[in-house]
């Protein structure tokens, strides 16, 4: 608290006394805006009127920020600000490189469609509850996850996700929901509480938490480190977060419970986060570790997307079906991290990005075939296609996407993996990847004939909302023009996947003079 | 619980509890104590109003929703660090400033304004923890 005493310390040694490039502030922007705005949407939470516009505005805002964040890292590379100005690694740094980039910027745009969709159904009530200001703080967590360079503060931001995942999951306070919550609320903290155990454990080993830190000095002194047993901690722990087989089964035990545009937020944000985890640690900072754990990780990869896609086969509640088709995706993109590469790398950032896009948008579609039909059972709707044709070939395309279709944004990932697959010799897995696609077009194909095509059963409802439309609408658009022109994105999702393998970049930008 | 000694305390046990909370929570920069544990002793303050004398005056008299005190609070939190954008420093960087009120320097700093964010958080989540656990029991 003493006035600033000019004594003879040389700060250039603790501080970062260079001031930052004001692009560098994109890094913790999205972090601080999302918090910011959630607290202003927190305070004005009597007004539902209010909240719906200023929400939706807010998030525009994050994917704005989130945009220009991948420009600044597309244009210059990996980014890093330290908070606090004190040096690394011992300022918490938040250091986001293409791929934290990429997943942003796609986590904005679910988070934006999730927004819109909300505004005509989540009602009063819930918005009093505060959907709203949850989703801003959810997106705090998932922005916060996605962009630090510091493992201890990516669990951090685990737990502000999972807790504003919470309040989520039980908004409505039925009884089914808050089954479903308790299920999804303590194995999720059990695998947090796995993913904290391996953080002190790394901590005790290395003495620092920055990523790029620990990245360089497991390469250094990895021999007579016990590593290996860390790595196995981290498959588990974002394994379980993941839902990989077989630690998936709160999935489907709470998916099915929320409000549709929850589930949608959910299948959309929360597993790809716990994949990027896993992506990070297991190839950025111990890839001699994943390498050796790679056999272990397609295995539980093949059996996720199979059991999967069968239990996606065996459900006649269309909610549930589409929780077992997020855990199959999940398997396929545990399939890109064992095969590894920037071939399977690549296709497993790929399948993630695809999978927030069109499983965000297969739920609201269920939603507003829910609402037109009055069931989510398939055993009783019928005739969407005959009053909704529009609505309909929208579904259609989303259906077409996630089994792997051309040419639709799950062709290129599925592709990309079956390849990195096959070139590694691994035709087992390959062939897995392509019968989950297979059975996925079983799944989707039997809601089509009997939602859609079958004539129909049930009194007419009222027409699909315009918001959720809308919302729907531009996500299709994304996956359709991902589909007929990849390239663009391709190029950034290799750039990225090279990046993850051979992070000098990412520990240059950290350690800008080299010296620790 | 509902005695006439409690009631009758109770308010003075409140307002003194509130003054100590705030005497933590400036004194945590240099020594023990801080916004979190300064908004504990100002949250269990408000629990024994609230025991004393039922949610209703404890709601009237904090005027506001604690929820919004508390998102009150994380905004001034947030505030705290983007301040540092302003003096091109990076995010969460303290920052002081020494103003003299009265003839004596009174050190004024955004950490102390995280701080207070912090103190807030923690009354408002609290408090509203609380007073839901105390409706139920009636």
Redesign the interface.
Known sequence: ?A??AASAIDLSRAL?LA??PVAD?LV?LPV?WC??S???L??L??DVRLQPPLAIAALSVLLLLDALLLWRVVEGGPVT?????WLPPFGIA?TVDLAGALFALFSAIVALAGGLYAAESIDASGRRY?FY?FLLLLMAGVSGAFLTGDIFNLYVWFEVLLISSFGLLVLGSEPKQIDGAIKYAFLNLVATTLFLIAVGYLYGLFGTLNMADIAVKAAERRPGLPLMTLAVLFVLAFGMKAAAFPVNFWLPASYHTPRIVVSALFAGLLTKVGIYALIRVMVMLFPVEGDALSFLIAVAAAATMIFGALGAIGQSDTRRLLGYLVISGIGVMLAGVAVGGPGGIGGALFYALHSMVVMTALYMATGIAGRLCGVFDLNRAGGLYGRAAFFSALSLVLFLSVSGMPPFSGFWPKVMVAKAAIDIGAWWLAATVLATGFLTMIAVGRVWALAYWRPEKTASEPAPRASAMLSLSALVALTVAIGLYPDPLLQQIQAAASLLAEPSAYVNSVFPQGAR | MNTVIFRTLAPFLTALMLLFSVFVLLRG??EPGGGFIGGLIAASALAIYGIARGIRPVREALWF?P??I???G??LA??A??VS?LA???????L?I?PSLFGV?V?LSTVMLFDFGVYLVVVGAVTSIALALEREDI
């Open positions: 608290m006035a600033p970062v001031p930052p502030w913790i601080a918090l910011l959630g607290a202003v927190l305070m939470r009597k600000m330290v908070m606090g100005r938040f505060g200001p | 920069h240099n929703h929820m919004t508390a998102a009150f994380l905004l947030c505030i660090g983007l954008m091109a420093v990076p995010f969460m960087t303290g002081w020494y320097e050190p």
